[in-house]
């Protein structure tokens, strides 16, 4: 192998896709994998998304790669006539999909006093957080609101909550600024990420699964990065728990009235949007 693959494309019906990926590898194609066919563009459902379902495409295209490009006849018998149009064939290097992905992700800086990087970016003084663990990385537009909300808001010495936290980056953020931090989120997953995080950037910060309903005490920042449904639902706890700003973000710019209506009980200090997204700071009692 000198670190080249042979790549078949290849659309077939939808009813066909298993059978003809079956074939495929039988042939000797290391991996196959299903992609959408030219033109179609899919609509990826979210949680609050209502209405008809986009219907899956008739076709598929599937993509296999062999080590050697295997004769036109034993494809052609594969395939058994089920394929749309003509199998196209390519060439393609070999990656180290490990390593070349690192490229991509660069250092987020938030103010000279904090930085987000990833272990190999070698920042001294970087929150370092792993890509991948947890959502949470401060390259997405709604993270790096709620950065900057933690930048400009934080109480060294005071309590900060961080709500939905995921990676734990924010709650981190705020102890690297010198909050007593707790990060709180229903994945067990997340929380395991959150602490190694914590782990590696020798910080003392708690994190669990206690729901917001079960918090108890008040915080002089609380952070949430969630939807605009989940916050409308949470507002009362989160209203409960905050003594101080409450600075939300994942919200969808069509859906702020939600988040606004539902935390009209405090002044609304700062509203900033980023392309689709929406982040809002609501000051204290």
């Known amino acids: ?164 936290c995921g990676s734990g980056i924010l709650a981190l953020a705020g102890a690297r600024l010198g909050m007593d931090a707790w990060g709180i989120d229903t994945d067990p997953d997340a929380i395991a990420a959150a602490r190694r995080a914590a782990a590696q950037n020798a910080l003392e910060v708690r994190f669990d699964t206690t729901p917001l309903s079960e918090v108890t005490g008040s915080f002089d920042l609380v952070v949430a990065n969630l939807y605009a449904e989940v916050l409308a639902a949470l507002a009362p706890d989160l209203l409960r728990v905050a003594a101080g700003p409450i600075a939300c973000a994942g919200i969808l710019s069509d859906r702020a009235w939600m988040v606004r209506e539902a935390l009209a009980a405090r002044p609304l200090l700062e509203e900033q949007a980023d392309d689709d997204w929406t982040s809002l700071v609501f000051g204290g009692p």
């Open 1 to 164: 192998m000198d670190g080249r693959w042979q790549a078949l494309a290849v659309l077939v019906p939808r009813p066909l896709a298993a059978a003809v990926s079956t074939a495929l590898v039988g042939l000797g194609a290391v991996g196959v994998e299903e992609q959408p066919p030219p033109g179609f563009v899919p609509r990826y459902r979210q949680p609050w998304d209502r209405g008809v379902v986009q219907r899956p495409p008739r076709q598929v295209l599937l993509r296999a790669w062999f080590a050697e490009r295997p004769a036109e006849e034993a494809v052609d018998r594969a395939l058994a006539g089920r394929a749309i149009g003509d199998p196209e064939w390519s060439e393609e290097l070999e990656q180290d999909w490990a390593e070349t992905w690192k490229e991509h992700f660069e250092p987020v800086h938030i103010s000279e006093r904090l930085v987000v990087a990833a272990p190999w970016h070698g920042i001294e003084g970087a929150l370092l957080i792993e890509p991948g663990n947890a959502f949470g990385t401060g390259e997405h537009v709604t993270t790096r609101a709620c950065l900057q909300a933690v930048d400009r808001h934080v109480r060294p010495g005071g309590r900060l909550l961080d709500v939905g």
